[in-house]
């Protein structure tokens, strides 16, 4: 059955073209490793060049997944542009030697460094602001959902582009998950709420890991945002992974970026991390345009009191530190998380709660930037 399965997989295989070689993906020696299993699961390695289209991805597990008797279909992206070089040959030493030890005038020579591409203009997108964090859990993707949507519904128009290809949480906190249109051959954004949104997560198996390195995040950014229909947008929001990666420097590396709002909750451990996020963009010269804290406190529903669960000062602190506006303070709500995780930004499911209204103030903020944003 295995065999059987195989030849069919490789049959379907060979009817997915790659329109950069000019022939199927299997001819073109883009498929490898390919596993079955007698309950129907099937597991494949796609060698995936920067230049080739990410969309092959899906089209080559939708291939698969139109074969009877397969129940599940997982495709590993490999790196196709970067071949690992071949060992270095040993060096003959004299009998009863053991292995030395480099010592500092043998030092190996650093590979020349390959050529930045030159950063290409999108006119048509608007301002582009990049919303990073320094460390994951801080509500990053919270604040670039309800953000976007706050400013949508004052007229702004605007898009998400989620850049964050190893964990992309826009589509589930947007209500949006299924494959986007593809129109001649431009890429149709999704819609919610009034902005438009595009994201690998519509690409990708939700529990499909995303092992990809810098050529492949720098063609998903570069195609995100050159091959997709965004029509003519004010601002595209760029939801980008915690840290300092990749897709930072692919950002960067493809377009100019108007600037980088960085989130952080209060306490010493975010902050930390944030300055590194904020001197990383420095470093590439894209301006810093705040810091939003995130988590500030809590407010008991009954009487009112604020509790800083988190510790506070921490976002001003920094702020302060780097000579850059505090953009808002935005306290934990219990609905947040919930309605998140249904699909409903808090700025539509509670828009009079405390939350919902600095995420509103700090939209108009962003959308205005002549207003001087408040501090605290």
């Not at 939708?62 to 196709?80: K, P």
Request: hydrophobic share 40%; aromatic share 2%.
């Amino acid at each position: 059955m295995a065999d059987t399965l195989q030849r069919r997989i490789s049959m379907a295989l060979s009817e997915v073209r790659n329109p950069r070689l000019q022939t199927d993906v299997v001819t073109g020696g883009m498929v490898r490793d390919i596993a079955t299993s007698t309950a129907g699961r099937v597991r494949l390695t796609l060698l995936l060049s920067p230049d080739d289209d990410a969309s092959l991805v899906r089209d080559v597990r939708q291939a698969i997944e139109r074969l009877e008797g397969v129940t599940d279909v997982r495709v590993d992206v490999e790196d196709a542009s970067r071949p690992a070089p071949p060992p270095p040959a040993p060096t003959p030493r004299p009998p009863g030697t053991g292995r030395s030890l480099p010592t500092l005038d043998q030092a190996p020579r650093a590979a020349p460094r390959p050529s930045a591409p030159t950063p290409v203009a999108y006119p048509n997108l608007g301002r582009i602001i990049a919303i990073s964090s320094g460390k994951g859990g801080v509500g990053k993707s919270t604040v670039t959902t309800n953000l976007a949507v706050a400013m949508a519904a004052a007229g702004v128009r605007v898009g998400i582009l989620d850049a964050d290809v190893y964990g992309p949480n826009i589509p589930r906190m947007m209500g949006v998950n299924a494959p986007p249109p593809v129109e001649n051959n431009r890429i149709m954004p999704l819609e919610a709420f009034g902005v438009k949104v595009m994201s690998i997560g519509f690409m990708i198996e939700r529990d499909q890991p995303a092992i990809w390195r810098g050529p492949i995040v720098m063609k998903i950014v570069t195609q995100f945002l050159r091959d997709v229909a965004w029509g003519t947008l004010d601002f595209l929001l760029v939801d980008m992974p915690p840290g300092t990666g990749d897709a930072q420097l692919s950002l960067v590396q493809a377009t100019p970026v108007s600037g980088a709002i960085i989130v952080t909750t209060p306490q010493d451990v975010a902050t930390g991390d944030a300055l590194r996020g904020a001197k990383m963009f420095e470093h590439v010269g894209v301006p810093v345009v705040g810091i939003v804290e995130n988590m500030s406190w809590i407010e008991c529903a009954h009487c009112g009191e604020r509790t800083a669960l988190f510790g506070s000062g921490g976002g001003a602190r920094l702020a302060a530190e780097l000579r850059i506006p505090l953009l808002a303070e935005i306290p934990i709500s219990p609905r947040i998380v919930p309605d998140a995780d249904a699909g409903r930004p808090i700025v539509i499911s509670d828009p009079d709660s405390a939350a919902a209204r600095a995420l509103r103030n700090l939209a108009e903020r962003i959308a205005r930037p002549e207003t001087p944003p408040a501090q605290g």
